[in-house]
């Protein structure tokens, strides 16, 4: 299974965006009992947690540079995972990735998370 993010874009500091991720392969069904979550990555820096939510929907972990300003959500039916971006930031430039964990709980462990697809990038103008 591969995750595909998607609805990156420019915006100004303050905006909002939403990311969506998609799962394409042959064993789409499996990611509705993964965990799921979204890393980032800037130029010259390492890919870093931003969130995660476990494979029911009903818990969720955020980076704590990105709490209250961001939210992660599932849909299992579509096998989609989202992030909304709200009060963005400079700082947020980044490509933005999705991946799946193979726990089922929330996890911020870079080494957990499989299925990586191309990034979105996000970038946030001042």
């Known amino acids: 299974v591969q995750l595909q993010a998607s609805g990156g874009g420019t915006v100004q500091a303050g905006g909002s965006l939403r990311l969506a991720c998609a799962a394409s392969g042959r064993y789409i069904r499996t990611i509705s009992n993964n965990a799921l979550g979204w890393f980032r990555q800037a130029p010259g820096k390492e890919r870093e947690f931003v969130a995660s939510?476990?494979?029911?929907?009903?818990?969720?972990g955020y980076a704590d540079f990105v709490k209250g300003r961001f939210t992660i959500s599932r849909d299992n039916v579509r096998n989609a995972l989202y992030l909304q971006m709200d009060s963005l930031k400079t700082d947020d430039t980044a490509v933005y990735y999705c991946?799946?964990?193979?726990?089922?709980?929330?996890?911020?462990?870079?080494?957990?998370?499989?299925?990586w697809g191309q990034g979105t990038q996000v970038t946030v103008s001042s």
């Open positions: 939510i476990n494979w029911r929907g009903d818990s969720t």
């Open positions: 991946a799946k964990s193979r726990s089922s709980a929330v996890t911020s462990h870079l080494d957990y998370y499989t299925g």
